[in-house]
DNA sequence: GCCTAGAGACCGACTGGTTGGTCTGTCCAA
DNA sequence: TTGGACAGACCAACCAGTCGGTCTCTAGGC
């Protein structure tokens, strides 16, 4: 395939410090590039979500901690994760099949998360599935446009902010009131003043 | 400038009927197809979410306004704003500068809704406003990469799902008890059994 | 009513520039 | 000597934008 595509590869074999020769030793294609880009940071989350999916029985700390490593996966890979939005437009099938694949577990990952928790009945009954897994993926996935690492809020911070304003609309009333949930919400600015 | 830019200036005339010529007859570039493209979908946004700014005083509900016109736009001018969001990383600065003022007034109008919430007391104290801004802005433009007309759910059925779970993330207990408040909320599935 | 001149809408082959990928060749370690 | 890591000039493809030319439609003189 020929044609534009946003970063060039004379700039990256520039900026790398190596040439063309070099790059199309070490890869088949652009493409592949932006393929094995693109794994190095989906198989961080993949992995983060799998490990809380075994790693606890309660869906409202599992969810706690997918996103809190989803968030962070903006800050550990942030210039690879705008490399791949910028550039995975113009893949070929075969490479975004792969990709797709992946995503796709991911997303399952958090469908489950939300579904166990409707179960076990601290979600709300009355919030769909799809529709909330969707809103989790979009507000974590939008920060890639604005995150900016050294800014005001670090991505623990933000983190934060994503798991209250998540199990606050998602946890029942009673569910909110679990000690060992207290953690997972911003301290409001009274017990701030306290402390 | 030149360069490939996902769609081509020949894929569009060739799909409107057109010519080369006829569409640089009545385009300067293809940059300022884009910024029309861009600014046919932002007015409609801009506008809706100014009248909700002025027709209501209530932050609790400007915000449901703001959201259910926001998440409206992604089912009137789907096929514009992915082609936007595909190729607004080639545009020319001057282009850029122009789109992200709206986009900034539009940021500013959602921002200047939650500070009223917080200082009203409706919203919790604890939520940062920029944050909490950027995740509405977030789950609702991320909407059209899966947002599909004639799906399961009706857009108007994403819309009331987006402003239950952010209404539930920020209003105070005392807040959501309010009877006004209780058509933004979904429906538990008790009450739609008794229906 | 008729004819003409001219302006603007529209056409499409062509150009200049840019890009992904190739190919020949060099260097060096085993 | 030989095979793999790398270099960089080069090529074919491809695209935004141009430019000379054509078509259409209207204004206005007769």
């Keep these: ?15 790398s410090g190596t040439s063309k020769g070099g790059f199309y030793h070490h890869f088949q294609s652009k493409d592949e590039l932006l393929y094995v880009i693109h794994d190095y940071f989906i198989s961080y989350v993949l992995t ?6 075994s790693s606890s029985k309660n869906p409202t700390e599992k969810l706690q901690k997918i996103i809190q490593s989803f968030v962070k996966v903006f800050h550990l890979y942030k210039p690879h994760i705008s490399v791949f939005y910028q550039e995975s437009i113009y893949l070929k099938p075969e490479y975004t099949e792969e990709i797709k694949k992946k995503r796709d577990s991911y997303k399952k990952l958090i469908f489950k998360c939300l579904e166990e928790g409707k179960e076990s009945g601290e979600f709300r009954s009355e919030v769909p599935v799809d529709i909330t897994g969707m809103t989790i993926l979009g507000m974590v996935n939008w920060t890639y446009k604005w995150y900016q690492p050294g800014g005001e809020k670090t991505i623990e911070d933000i983190g934060n902010i994503f798991v209250d304003l998540i199990l606050n609309s998602l946890l029942t009333e009673q569910a909110k009131q679990k000690k060992e949930y207290q953690s997972f919400f911003l301290k409001s600015d009274i017990n701030q003043d306290q402390i």
């Design 48 to 53: 983060k979500a799998k490990e809380a999916d």
């Design 1 to 15: 395939m020929h044609g534009f595509h946003g970063v060039t590869v004379s700039q990256i074999v520039a900026e």
